[in-house]
T-cell receptor, first 117, second 111 residues
């Protein structure tokens, strides 16, 4: 069975600080996909990134960066120079490659990030 | 934004009554999903569909049924609502293992 663990339940930082959200996963498959979603206070789920298990290159998108390490089964998310608008719950998720399951996701419990002015 | 509409957005119902939530998409995606979100559990998969009339159970399917008679519609039914089914329900769509996009959510309260 697959599992995603986000050990940090809540993180509080001051604006402009860098913050890293941890994600550790378990899966028996060699082909799988990892995702991050953001849930702002308004409640919708916003897709941030998708990586496949064959691509371990780190990715940067503006102030966001992701560090994927298969050796430690981790897919961590860093926000550089955090802003108040980054305050949200962030979810890490995993899907395995099965023909009939599509993007059936297993989510972590989420990390509540609060960025204070 | 992906064309996903959930209805209703909010509902209060009494224990023991049947409830149906609707998810409608305009993207013609093959896969559709129902998740529930509860504090301390993140989101958990209830049921999903991989085509018209093709559905399967997820992690927390007890007490729920689904139907998909058209590509664009995926219905979630609580046959006899219980207080433990008070939750926020999200519908999602995807093409194969590509990124799933979520609806706005339905807040259901069972009293």
């Amino acid at each position: 069975a697959q599992k995603v663990t986000q050990a940090q339940t809540e993180i509080s930082v001051v604006e402009k600080e860098d913050v890293t959200l941890d994600c550790v996963y378990e899966t028996r498959d060699t082909t799988y996909y990892l995702f991050w979603y953001k849930q702002p206070p308004s409640g919708e789920l916003v897709f941030l990134i998708r990586r496949n298990s064959f691509d371990e290159q780190n990715e940067i998108s503006g102030r966001y960066s992701w560090n994927f390490q298969k050796s430690t089964s981790s897919f961590n998310f860093t926000i550089t120079a955090s802003q108040v608008v980054d305050s949200a719950v962030y979810f890490c998720a995993l899907s395995e490659r099965e023909e009939t399951s599509g993007s059936r996701l297993t989510f972590g419990e989420g990390t509540q990030l609060t960025v204070n002015p | 934004d992906a064309g996903i509409t959930q209805s209703p957005r909010h509902k209060v119902t009494e224990t023991g009554t049947p409830v149906t939530l609707r998810c409608h998409q305009t993207e013609n995606h093959r896969y559709m999903y129902w998740y529930r979100q509860d504090p301390g559990h993140g989101l958990r998969l209830i049921h999903y569909s991989y085509g018209v009339k093709d559905t399967d159970k997820g992690e927390v399917s007890d007490g729920y049924s689904v139907s998909r008679s058209k590509t664009e519609d995926f219905l979630l039914t609580l046959e006899s609502a219980t207080s433990s089914q008070t939750s926020v329900y999200f519908c999602a769509i995807s093409e194969r293992e590509r990124s799933a996009f979520f609806g706005q959510g339905t807040r259901l309260t069972v009293v």
